[in-house]
């Protein structure tokens, strides 16, 4: 049987150009004992895997050159060869980028029986959702009443994290930048904020308006003028949970950090950033909270789906171009 998958043909410098991305095919072999083939249906894109092209070891091993690259998948079981598995289970993994995965049994997680869309455990109950529930209630230390304020609101991570905040009762900004996206934050009863053409102050006045009482917490997936202007807007004691910064991953120079980073200690806060796999121990307690949520429709989410193993590369540019509105998949 044949695999097709992505390889990268060098490291880019700045957003990478879609001529980096390979599509190539290989025959995989037999299975070895305690190996399963897996037919993928949804493949994940995200933002951190444009540090994995740094050629640089991160917090996770760079993609090799030449290599088939790697990302959040799912997909059906067509062989087995472990007696934990069996043909026609669905599973998640990190065998995408490519059509057909060949991997050890040990690195698959089988799928829970119940009425939630497989890709739900790639975007709101998968990875970004459990990057929003974990940088909110465990770095954040979020509680009922707070002043709360997201940047990329409506992406896979902000979109979640602005809807167990307003579950917790507290009064939730987002900011987000396409009209279609300020509006669906508006319908899940968030204060949008829009960041496009704005100047750091002129964002930080905005933040101001829509949160007249400061922030108390905030979760940060941006970097750049979104943190300059949170950082004016910060009430004493306040937690910053910092997810990731979109802003700087395609920056081919080093960027300025904030102006005004001396509000850490005018308002005695608290940054702290996470990486959600040191925490995935607390997987279990996530899905039983927010699980049952979303299969009952307490919990919106959207989905960008891209078709075909051969739109993977763009679906990935796209998320650096506001190309997404919640998480982006692609269905093959």
């Known amino acids: 049987m044949q695999s097709r998958f992505y390889t990268l043909t060098a490291y880019p410098n700045g957003l990478p150009d879609r001529s980096l991305f390979a599509l190539e095919t290989q025959t995989l072999p037999d299975l070895a004992e305690g190996e399963v083939r897996i037919r993928n249906h949804w493949l994940s894109v995200d933002p951190y895997m444009r540090g994995r092209m740094s050629g640089l070891r991160t917090y996770v091993e760079p993609f090799g050159i030449g290599k088939p690259m790697e990302g959040g998948a799912i997909g059906e079981v067509i062989e087995s060869n472990d007696s934990r598995l069996k043909v026609g289970d669905n599973v998640s993994h990190m065998g995408g980028w490519r059509d057909i995965a060949q991997l050890p049994a040990e690195g698959l997680t089988p799928l829970p029986e119940n009425d939630v869309p497989e890709q739900a455990y790639l975007g709101v109950l998968g990875m970004p959702g459990m990057t929003a529930w974990t940088g909110l209630n465990l770095i954040a230390e979020c509680k009922p009443g707070d002043n709360v304020l997201v940047s990329a609101a409506s992406g896979a991570v902000g979109s979640l994290a602005v809807q167990l905040a307003k579950a917790k009762g507290c ?137 075909g193993l051969e739109s993977t590369p763009d679906a990935f540019l796209a998320l650096f171009e506001g190309g997404n509105t919640g998480k982006m998949l692609v269905k093959l």
């Open 171 to 307: 009064h939730v900004v987002g900011i987000a930048g396409a009209a279609h996206k300020l509006a669906w934050l508006e319908s899940l009863g968030v204060e949008p904020v829009s960041y496009q053409n704005r100047t750091a102050q002129e964002l930080s006045d905005a933040i101001k308006l829509a949160s007249p009482n400061g922030i108390d917490v905030y979760y940060e997936n941006v970097g750049g003028i979104c943190l300059e202007a949170a950082l004016s807007q910060l009430n004493e004691g306040a937690r910053i949970a910092v997810c990731g910064m979109i802003d700087s991953y395609n920056a081919e120079a080093p960027s300025p950090g904030p102006s005004n980073l001396s509000q850490l200690v005018i308002r005695k806060a608290k940054m702290q950033g996470f990486i959600v796999a040191d925490h995935w121990s607390s997987y279990p307690y996530f899905l039983n909270e927010v699980t049952p949520q979303v299969a009952a429709g307490k919990l919106a989410y959207k989905e960008t789906v891209k078709e």
